[in-house]
């Protein structure tokens, strides 16, 4: 490990402002023991390279995985989309492969996928959904603008 300290000082609207910084940089003798160790303690938010921020949505050369309670300003454009529970996207998702909804999330525009679409229970997606693939859908999901599958169409029914 080689650590770099030093200052920098600038000025912002007549207010002085002084940075110590610390520069690391490790040489890890396995890198991918090193990067897969930082990926699993990750607890934050990875943009991938080539990553496009449209005016209505992001687009990702790449899968997403959206986590739990989230709530997105953006649509969504991906090879492979999974939202979590309560997650909740103001646009347009729009997936190559699968797209896996979970339950009491809610989807602000169209949800499209060229495979499989997987929607937990108590859905809510406000456009039309259109999957050329088979269509997976748990209690009480309500799809506004309809839906067009070209597939099988299972709905889930917990037996009481």
């Not at 040489?27 to 990875?46: D, F, M, Q």
């Not at 169209?110 to 209690?139: M, P, Q, W």
């Not at 067009?148 to 009481?160: E, P």
């Amino acid at each position: 490990m080689i650590v770099f300290p030093f200052w920098i000082t600038f000025s912002s609207h007549m207010v002085v402002k002084s940075i110590y910084l610390i520069l690391i940089f490790i040489i890890p003798s396995n890198y991918k023991e090193v990067e897969a160790k930082a990926i699993t303690e990750l607890k934050g938010l990875i943009i991938p390279d080539h990553t496009v921020m449209e005016e209505h949505s992001i687009v990702v050369k790449g899968d997403v995985i959206v986590g739990n309670y989230a709530e997105l300003g953006y649509g969504l454009i991906a090879d492979m989309i999974v939202a979590g529970e309560h997650v909740k996207i103001n646009g347009n998702v729009i997936s190559q492969n699968d797209v896996r909804i979970d339950m009491w999330s809610e989807i602000q525009g169209e949800v499209r996928t060229k495979s499989d679409a997987y929607l937990g229970e108590f859905v809510k997606i406000s456009g039309k959904l259109f999957a050329s693939g088979n269509l997976d859908v748990g209690n009480n999901v309500k799809i506004n603008g309809g839906y067009d599958v070209k597939g099988w169409l299972v709905v889930r029914n917990r037996c009481r």
